[in-house]
């Protein structure tokens, strides 16, 4: 079992940066892919960023190049580093955990409740 909770969203400017964290519980932490989700009113879930146990990394379209993942193992503790925010950003950020990489939303086993990140323009 994984718990998982997200923090760091809130308001920001169009061009800024955010970066949101999402603590997991227990031991199992190292043993997942991590990913990160958002869903804006009336959309889909989409895809935004995963990364596996060892490293690899993979993003979104919409993302590469201005979002960043990073997974601190001791802390138990996924990272997405935002940058250059535009305002079709704006949505809640869900992390995920599930047992191999992947970027559809139906592969994962866990998720956390979600932070709203809103970008002004």
């Known amino acids: 079992q994984v718990q998982l909770v997200e923090s760091g969203g809130g308001l920001v400017q169009a061009g800024g940066s955010l970066r949101l964290s999402c603590a997991a519980s227990g031991r199992a932490f190292s043993s997942y892919a991590m990913g990160w989700f958002r869903q804006a009113p009336g959309k889909e879930r989409e895809f935004v960023a995963v990364?596996?146990?060892?490293?690899?990394?993979d993003y979104g379209d919409s993302v590469k190049g201005r979002f960043t993942i990073s997974r601190d193992s001791a802390k138990n503790t996924v990272y997405l580093q935002m940058n250059s925010l535009k305002p079709e950003d704006t949505a809640v950020y869900y992390c995920a955990a599930a047992r191999t990489m992947q970027t559809t939303p139906g592969y994962y086993d866990y998720w956390g409740q979600g932070t709203q990140v809103t970008v002004s323009s």
């Open positions: 990364g596996s146990r060892g490293g690899i990394t």
